[in-house]
């Protein structure tokens, strides 16, 4: 049986290399090259746009449950995450590059996978389909979606932090250091004095942004550019992606302020501003980031910049099970679908490839349940109030509340061990 699958990002990469290791025909759509988005810069699969940071690894963070869940469904991106990874402290960062080319070579050794480079104009709802297009969904197949599901508007913005070159750093201002000293030190540190920190942020709310030509204009909390936020109140910065705390310098001191860099490729030429994104002028972010101590000479490899995302409004159009409730050939998968985050796309991906299976073979579709990560991002944007609809990443604030008496301060190692449980579970069920 054939199945068409619509992006080759995240989401479509793990649909495909589900489905296709179970025997189906895959029709595999990717525009690119022959159609660019506005972010992405290569024709790989599976390209990260933004940050080359997959979060956090440990067991005790909801990302990292979510990691786990997915290798006990093979994913694909994991296997090439663990293959590329760089150290970055307790996450699990990657050499985009290498993570990317890993993935494109894997799926195009797959017989049963034909890859379509063109852009699908038409969604035809009697023949099986996983739409995973992307938060950068073209204008055809968004105008599709509409037309299918009587949807208005459906988009907000984000934005992306900018890369820098590493040999334009100043290494005598800035310094080597993981938070709170978790795993190998990854990070190199740009400390603030008051002072210092007083300049850089009255320069940064002056700072001329970028116009974005639309009406209104909607953005995603957690992609939010550092300029909007800085607008919220002067320590606004020092307790989100500024704050100093388990950073402490050399000589023992804490900073007033901290710009983190993380390595942006396995041959560290490159890093990311963490926590930067940004939508300024290009000439103001040279300006502005050249305040920040340690990077007073710094040459950008990529400015950030912000751009428009699409998503369904998921509470209306989905069932749990990532199933449309008005066709039920169509599947959404990805960041199109609600979820928010990388390895929340990717694990979409597979959970609507289990379900595309079990729909086509005729068996009951399965949820994985609130008790898991997976399960709970489905739940969330499924069960959430369609009235005011955002994208949901991964945390324990959507996992079920535990259902046993347990000491506070055992709860997320409690939550993962249900969450690993349960999750081995549902593979049984889904195998039998």
């Not at 049986?1 to 189906?24: D, H, S, T, V």
């Not at 449309?324 to 390895?343: I, R, W």
């Not at 347990?406 to 081995?424: D, G, P, Q, W």
């Amino acid at each position: 049986m054939k199945i068409k699958i619509i992006g080759a990002g995240l989401a479509g990469i793990e649909a495909a290399w589900y489905l296709a290791k179970r025997g189906y025909e895959i029709e595999l759509y990717e525009m690119r090259p022959n159609k660019m988005t506005e972010a992405h810069k290569t024709n790989k699969f599976a390209e990260l746009v933004c940050s080359n940071s997959l979060k956090s690894e440990a067991m005790d963070n909801a990302s990292g449950i979510l990691k786990y869940e997915m290798e006990v469904f093979d994913s694909l991106v994991m296997k090439s995450a663990k293959i590329h990874k760089i150290e970055a402290g307790g996450a699990l960062a990657v050499d985009r590059e290498g993570f990317s080319e890993y993935i494109t070579n894997e799926i195009k050794k797959l017989n049963n996978i034909t890859i379509i480079n063109d852009e699908v104009k038409e969604i035809d709802p009697n023949i099986p389909t996983i739409i995973a297009t992307g938060p950068l969904s073209s204008d055809n197949i968004t105008n599709e979606i509409k037309k299918l599901f009587n949807e208005d508007n459906f988009y907000f913005f984000d934005a992306q932090a900018p890369i820098i070159y590493a040999d334009s750093v100043n290494y005598d201002k800035v310094y080597l250091k993981s938070r709170y000293d978790k795993g190998i030190p990854s990070y190199y540190n740009c400390p603030f004095t008051k002072e210092e920190f007083d300049i850089f942020y009255n320069e940064l709310i002056k700072a001329t942004a970028l116009e974005i030509k639309e009406f209104e204009i909607k953005v995603f909390e957690a992609c939010m550019p550092i300029e909007v936020m800085a607008k919220r109140g002067i320590d606004t910065l020092r307790y989100g992606p500024m704050k100093p705390v388990g950073l402490r310098k050399p000589d023992g001191t804490t900073p007033y302020a901290v710009v983190q860099l993380r390595h942006d490729d396995s041959e560290n030429k490159l890093f990311n501003l963490v926590g930067f994104q940004t939508h300024l002028e290009f000439k103001e972010q040279k300006r502005v980031f050249s305040l920040i101590p340690g990077l007073e000479n710094v040459r950008f490899a990529k400015y950030g910049r912000m751009h428009k995302n699409t998503y369904i409004n998921a509470p209306k159009i989905l069932n749990e099970t990532y199933q449309t409730k008005k066709y039920p050939n169509l599947f959404f998968a990805g960041q199109v679908s609600g979820v928010e985050g990388y390895l929340e796309s990717a694990s979409s991906g597979i959970y609507a490839a289990i379900n595309m299976d079990r729909y086509l073979r005729g068996k009951e579709l399965i949820t994985l349940g609130n008790k898991t990560v997976m399960g709970a991002l489905s739940y969330y944007i499924t069960h959430a109030s369609p009235d005011n609809f955002q994208p949901m990443n991964a945390n324990f604030g959507i996992i079920a509340e535990l259902d046993f008496k347990h000491k506070k301060n055992e709860r997320k190692m409690l939550y993962s061990n249900v969450a690993c449980k349960t999750i081995l579970e549902k593979k049984e069920l889904i195998n039998d």
